[in-house]
Every structure is written in C-alpha cells, then in structure tokens.
C-alpha cells in the first residue's frame, strides 16, 4: 500500500482519540511550558535566567545569607506527550530548579533527602572549602533518606555552572538528578543581556516499552533531552529582534554534543571557567559541549524560526534501532505481500529513506511500543519537521515585550523570502554534473581477486 | 413276553436319542451378541453400508473398517467354525447294526441280528455341548475383541493423519517465514545492503525450513498410507477433517475406570469363559473314563425255530487307564486360567493410573500452551511488531518470532496428536472399544491460515506442488 492509502485508511479506521495523542505527538499542540521569569533586572542588577521548561528555586535573605531548600526525589516526569517515566529529581522536576545567586554572596543551601537512598550533591565547578564540594564518603558524609544537610559557603567567582549528585552517581545521574548553577558576576556584564536562557544536555536509557531509565547502559541511550525534554515538547527560545541572547550550556550527558543554532554566528562568551575576556570571545556556529563541561554563547536576535540543535543526527532522533536492517533501495514487492498474510500489520518501510516514517506514526496506525515516542516527530507550518531529541528552535520576532516568553507560533516569513518550487520536471535547468550517476545500471561494487602471488 | 418288551423300549429310546440328534440348529446369536459387547464398550457397528466418499469423520472412518476390512471376513468365518463345532457336538454317532449268518452243521442255521447305539456318545452330548457353546461363546468374544483392536487401530491411524493434516499445515506457514526472510535476502543483498555472511545465514535457514516442510509431507504421506489400509476402500476420494479434536474438559475419575475395568474388562469375560469350559472339558473327562467305547444294544438271534432276543451292554472296565493324565493337564489350566486373571487383576489399575497419568500430564502440557505459551508468543509477536513499526527492530526479527510462534503451535499439535493416542492406548488397556469425543477443535486459521485463502494467484504458483 502506497502511503498516501495509508493515511486515507488511518483516517477513516482510527478512533478521534488516537488521531488527538498523534497530533499531540506531533508538535500541533504547542506551548512554552517553563514558568516566566520577570524580563527586567533583578535589584542586584542581573536580568533572571529563563530555564527552559524548567524553573528557578526561590530564596529567603536569612542574615544576609541566600537560603535555598532543594529536596531529592522521586518524581514523574514526562518527556514530551507519549513518554512518561519514574526518575529522580530535585524539588519536583528534572532538571531540578535553576539556583541564581551573585558573585560574592553567601549562601546556605539546605538538602533534604527523600530518595530510598542516601545521597550528596556536588557543586560542579565551584570555589568552595573541599568539606563543601559534596563527594560522599571523601568529604562528607552521604545524607541518609530522612535526613537534611545543610552546605554553606561564599561564592567567589561568576558563570554558568550545575549541581548533581556525588553518591551513587552512576544511578543518581541517570535517574535525571542535575540543576543549573548561575552566579552573576559581581561588577555587571560586559554586554546588556536582554534574555539569559539556561539548558542542561542529558541522555537517557528509557528503553522502548518501559517507564524507569536504565542506569546500566553506557553507550547506547535512547533519548537525548535539553532540560529532560525531547523535541517537540522542548520549549521554543523566544526573543525579540535586536535583542541580545544568551544561551547557557551544560552537559551532564555521557557524549559530547557539538550545539548549532542557524540563522547567527554566535560568540562563545563563557564557559566552565566563568565569564571570559572580551578578548577570548570567538565567533561560532557550533560550539561542542563536552561531558561536564559547561559554555555560555551570545547572539543578537535576527527575525525569524532558526533551528537549535546538537549535530550529532542521532541525538536529534527519538528512540531508534541502531542494528536493524538498512532497507535504503530495497524493493520488497511481492515478499511484502507475502509477509502480510501471515502479519497483517507489516509494512515494507524505507526503500527510498525514512522521510515517510513520521507519516505512517503521526496518523496514528503505525503503532509503536507503549510508552515510546516515533523517532522523528513535530510538525511546522511547511510539513513535517522529522526531529526528535535535542532539537528545538529559536524564535525571534519584532516587537516583543521584556518578560514575554510565550511561544509566538510559526514565523511569517516576509514576501519572497521563502524558498519556492520553480519546477517539477528533474531535467530543469542545465546544472554542471560530475562523477558517475548511480542508475538502474549501476555495476555491482568491485570483486577484488583472491589469486594470490604471481611470480 | 417279558424280554421282549424289554428290548422294544430299548429300541424305542434309541429312535428317541437319534430324533433328538437330528433337531440341533448351528447358533448364530455370535454376531449379535459381539455388537452389542461392543456398542457396551462404546463402539456402535450397527450402522448400515455409506458412501466413504469425502471427508470422514473418526466414526465413520472405524465404520468403514469394520464393514470393509478384510481381516473382519476372517473374524466372521471363525464364528461360524465355532458355530459348526457346536453343531458338531451334538450330533451322535450312527447306531451299529450288525448281522450275522451261521451255518450249523446237520442243516440248521443261526442267524443274529443286532442294533448298538455307542453308550458314550450318548452320555457324553451334554458335556461336548456345553464345550462347544463355550467354544462359541470364546469366538463371539474374540470377534469383538478382533473388530475392537480394529476399531482402535483405525482410530489411531485417523488421530495421526489429521494431526499429521494440522501439523503440515502450520508448518508450511512457519516455514514459508524463513523462505520469505531469504526473499527478502535476496532483495537486500540486490541492493548491496547485506553482507554475505547474514546472507548464508537466511539461505541456511531458508532450506532448513524447506527440510520441516519435507519431512512434515512424509509424515502426512505414510499417517495418509496407513489410514489408507484400515479403511480398505476401493477409491481415493476420501480425506479427514485437517483440524484436531480439542480434549473435553471433564477427564475420567481414575478409580471409576478402575473399578468399571476390574468389573466387566472383556479380557476377564473371556477368562471366565476359558474356565467354564475348562469345567465341561473335565466334566467331560471324568465321564469319558467310564463311558468311552460303552455300548448299549439290543440283539436278536434265531436259531431255527428258537427265537432270542435280548439287551446288550459292553463298556471298558476302569481298571488301569481312568484318564488321570488328561485331569492332571486340566487341573494344571485352570491353575494357569487363575494364574492369568490373577496377574491381569494386578496389572489392569496399575496400566490404567499409569495411562491415565499420562494423559493428565499431557493435558496439563496443551493446557500452558494453550493458556500460557502461545498468548506469550502472540504477545511478542505483536510486541515485535510494534518495534518494527517504530525502527526498533527489522523485519528479519518480526519474521523470526512469527516463526516461533508457528513452531509453538507445530508443537501444540504434536502434543494434541499425542495425547488422542494415549486416549487410544487407554481405550485398548480398558476394553473400551472407542475414544471418548473431544469438545470443540483446535483452531489454527487465525495463526496459520491456509495458504490458498490469501494468496495472489502468483504466489500460489510459486508454492505449487509444496503442499495441497
Ligand atoms: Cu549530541
């Protein structure tokens, strides 16, 4: 059956309900989830971070002390619409609350344990007594379930930096236990920054068909989140045209992921060290974040809808199969047929690429196993945009208000500049073409021969 | 006169015990009396000639055995051997007239004339009767006990080609899935996208299956040929249903077989009747040491004018052969007789908990299949196709657990097959003449559904001669 049956039967055999979880599945139902930050300075002089579907935790000034409460936990969490799992996280969520303080403040960070187990929490990258970097066991000790610590010191230095668990690590991480750490320099930027966002890089062992990660896998993971999500429920960075952008990085996953965001040539401004030199500043379109490491990069807002992604092809995919037959070019008429009287629901997929697939698991009658999500998802204003994973996209527009971090919809693109079909005939134009053309006739590959030596 | 009186009555008995010789009919209740031993052990072979034609039922198959077999006409004649005998029994030896004619010297003669009747033929027809009814009786229990292991065996050999129907039937399905898994080796090698060691790996599992499929025919061909024999028709058109019966759910209570087997198993009626004419043949014996040769007669005897007539009587004196031999080797065959019932009553309940332990466990094997087994290969089926459609596995495993699931059903009809001939073999050890009925069929379209129904006339051409 042609794909276009397909969608025709799906259409007239699938129940409303299935066609409303595809279309959700699909990106058609789509709004900025991460709670709004205020989009003016704050009193010490810093504009908020903006966690991207996520949150920053409050404080309470205790004796000019800045007291945070973060509580270890098991929680709920959802990937996007079609992927639910019980992980570990940090007041409710994964990542846990954004913590925002100022170089030179004094902190008091209280930890509540209530994990079945005893943990810690690391202050990746910070200055700080070594009785107060968190590595159970070397400097302190764990914290039982039940209990509450209480870890206290001065901030010395500024930048983008994160905290997670130094106890039980291996499962503790995997579980989805990590937070953004933001200190604000002291003296103010070097540059006004109108929006400030903040996204943690994480990978996932959620297996096909189940609902808990798997913290024994090392390699081979199935989804590759910015903040715990997967496109199409990661949140759209919003900004208005002209304005100046941050974007803090960081990666707690188990693989670099070299981060490209279209339509700029961004500056890489930052990284684990703090803030850098204007002088250091470089000029990217792709800057690696390499395991544990954290980068902060700047742009000013160009309008319109420009994709923000890892490049690495299979961290912009949802759960796949990297071991199943490569169909490319393979005709399975007849055989398909074939197959079909005995598994009515098989479907010869692939022969000329997957771009058919998201169709087929959108309408809904290509069903997967419970709880997992298509590999390529969402859908824009031209068709399918066949992402998954660490994708999303950055949506700059004219005239937006300071705090607005509402998802603005689809870009209109202004008159003529959206690229267009000219013809539909293959043989268009006079285009210079070199090198063999692959064809019906195409030789098989070469036979090396094994004659051995002459003498 | 006072003699002659006499020997007029003698003479009328004599006419008398010749009459009643001559009023003995041979029996013919035998075939009868088999019918209804076997309609009591479960098997009905009063239904009249039919057709044979097309699909037979299991009835109808053990019917026509029966009615054609050409093993039944010998059983038939056998009976009435054993009819004859009793016939035989009965009748008497012809009376003795002797005559004789002397010359005296000085001119008269003396002739003698005289009527015997052997005394021991006499004496002896009850006892000789009472065997030869025995002997009947032992042939009408050895004919249904002939035409029950003929009924058994075509029953087994029904069960056998219709599960070897059923089972060729899922296997040409399991192993079309590694045919078509080469196919589409085939295709994925054309387009340079498998190496040629997974490529030798779906052709070796692609003639592997091809070998099943071969050896699942033979099966079919030989269950088909021995089927065939039983049934002695004189036409091939004939089939069996391609479905197994499925077992009923209420299995017997053990010990009510038991107690129904100790109490009217035909091995043990056909004991009892070796025994009661064992008893007729010493009856018999004890009589024949007396009477063998005894004669009773009458004579009569002229001598001139002189007129004589009068009884006669002659027999052996048991003075040193008393046949003790003979009661010796009786006494010995009935220890024997005992001796067999004995050990048949020991053996019988032990054989059938045996049997039917067997049976329970095979039940309980069909039943995790059935409950257990295949749900979880359909499950993974269905599983494995839902990764399919989601890029997490490919078709060769999709194909691989429809295979699976196919073989778990091969095997689910092997077991079936063989629990109907454990039935059969309790059937033979309890002298029952018939397996009980199952309760619904195993039904394997949904799973394995024929070829035919499904396919494209060119695929069908493709398998031609595969299977049928
Ligand atoms: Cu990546």
Redesign the pocket.
Known sequence: MKRRDFLVASGSVLPALAITRAMANSGHVHTNQGEPTAGRRDPQGYMPVQTPNGWTLPHRMVDGVKEFHLVAEEIEHEFAPGSRAKCWGYNGTSPGPTLEAVEGDKVRIFVTNRLPEHTSIHWHGLILPSGMDGVSGLTQPAIQPGDTFVYEFTLQQHGTHMYHPHADEMVQLAMGMMGMFIIHPRDGEPEHIDRDYAILLHNWAMHPGTSRPDPAVMVEFDL?TMNSKVFPAIDSLVAGSGERVRIRLGNLSM?N??IHLHGVQFLVTGSDGGRWPREQWRSEVTEIIGVGQMRDIEFVGVPGDWAFH???AH?TMNPMGHEIPNTLGVNQDGVEEKIRTLLPRYMAMGEHGMGEHQDHTDSGHMTGPPNTLPMMMGEGQFGNIEMGG?FTVVKVRDGLAAGDFRDPGWYRHPEGEVARRVSADPDYGQPARRGKLAGPNSSDLPVPKRQGHQH | MKYSDCARRIGLALVLVSLAACVSQPPDHGAEQAQAALLARGLDTSLQQDQFAGELSRQQAVQAAVLNHPSVRAEYARLNIAAADVVRASELLNPRLSLSWLDVSGGSNELTLGLAQSLAAVMLRPARQRIAAADYELATLALADNLQELALATESAWYALVAAEQGLQVQARASDTALWADELGSRFAAAGNMAPLQRAELARSAAEARLELLDAERQRDQARARLEQQLALHHEDWSVPTTLPLPATDAPDPEQLVAQALDAHPALQTLAWERRRLLSVGDNARRESWLDEAEVGVEHERSGEERATGPELAFRLPLWHRNAGTRLALAAELELLEAREASLRGQLPRRLRLQLGELSRLREALEVRERLLLPALAAEVEARQDRVNFMLDGVFNLLGSKQSELRAWRDHVATLAEYWQQQVELADTAGRAATPAGEGLLDVSAVAPPESNSQAPEQQEQHHGRHH
């Open positions: 590759w693989w992921h070299p890892c490049h690495m961290h660490m």
